[in-house]
């Protein structure tokens, strides 16, 4: 494979895997009806809470190690250097988009959570589905530790 | 006890808005793949170098959300 066909298989893999959830979430989410399925905010009954979380937590570690192998194996050279270009070209301002969304999210929650009655919070929405369709909470939650666990994993850098 | 607002369209709203910002992202990274350049993953994990603690923080919080959704 090419060097610029390899760099296009994770992504395209990323692509192909976002239309489904999307899809998914087009077709189930407007029909779903919290109020009907979701009675109580208790988390999912045992074993798929514990499951769910422990299986993340398996998930986001092997993450890390798979980011450990390809920088082990595979020949693109790890990013070593103090100077690569991070901030500077102005690309990661979409992860700090995405940080301000969850910061956004997680004052809706602190609200939501200090008087229920004008917002629900996300707990309870999330509880909801992971009560209503446990392996597909299980499946979201692997994905996003891995992908979580591929990026966040700390590599020193190296001293030769 | 009932949602007191729409909860469905927030539920939407909040999905739309992880899926939408993930599908944003990867279309910069194909565009990136197009062009050589290196791939975001790169591009976070030189920054998760170069700042552990923050990493360790977001590791952190991640890891308190999982357990406060699911663990019971």
């Known amino acids: 494979m090419t060097p610029r ?3 296009l298989l994770a992504p395209a893999l990323v692509a192909v895997l976002l239309i489904v959830l999307l899809a998914a979430a087009a077709l189930y989410l407007p029909s779903f009806d919290e ?3 979701c009675p109580t ?3 999912p009954a045992p074993p798929w809470g514990p499951v769910t979380a422990v299986v993340g937590m398996v998930a986001f570690l092997l993450g890390g190690l798979l ?4 920088q082990l194996f595979d020949s693109p050279p790890a990013p070593s250097g103090r ?4 901030l500077r070209d102005g690309l990661m301002w979409v992860p700090v988009a995405f940080l301000a969304v969850v910061f956004l999210l997680l004052l809706y929650e602190t609200i939501g959570l200090y008087d229920s009655h004008l917002f629900w919070p996300i707990t309870w929405h999330v509880r909801c589905i992971a009560r209503d369709q446990p392996p ?3 499946a979201v939650t692997c994905l996003m530790s891995l992908l979580l666990g591929h990026w966040l994993w700390f590599r020193p850098f190296r001293t030769d | 006890m009932a949602p007191p607002i729409a909860a469905n369209a927030v539920l939407l709203l909040i999905t739309a808005a992880f899926l939408l910002l993930l599908a944003g992202a990867n279309l910069i990274d194909v565009w990136l793949a197009l062009k050589g350049e290196a791939p ?13 603690v923050f990493g360790l923080v977001l590791t952190l919080i991640y890891g308190a ?3 406060h959704f699911f663990w019971s």
Do not use: F, M
């Open chain 1, 67 to 70: 980011s450990q192998t390809y």
């Open chain 1, 83 to 86: 100077h690569l270009p991070v």
């Open chain 2, 65 to 67: 959300l999982l357990g």
């Open chain 1, 35 to 37: 109020v009907a399925h």
């Open chain 1, 136 to 138: 597909a909470t299980l």
């Open chain 1, 41 to 43: 905010h208790e988390r």
């Open chain 1, 5 to 7: 066909g390899r760099l």
């Open chain 2, 40 to 52: 975001y993953d790169v591009r976070i994990i030189t920054w998760v170098r170069h700042n552990p």
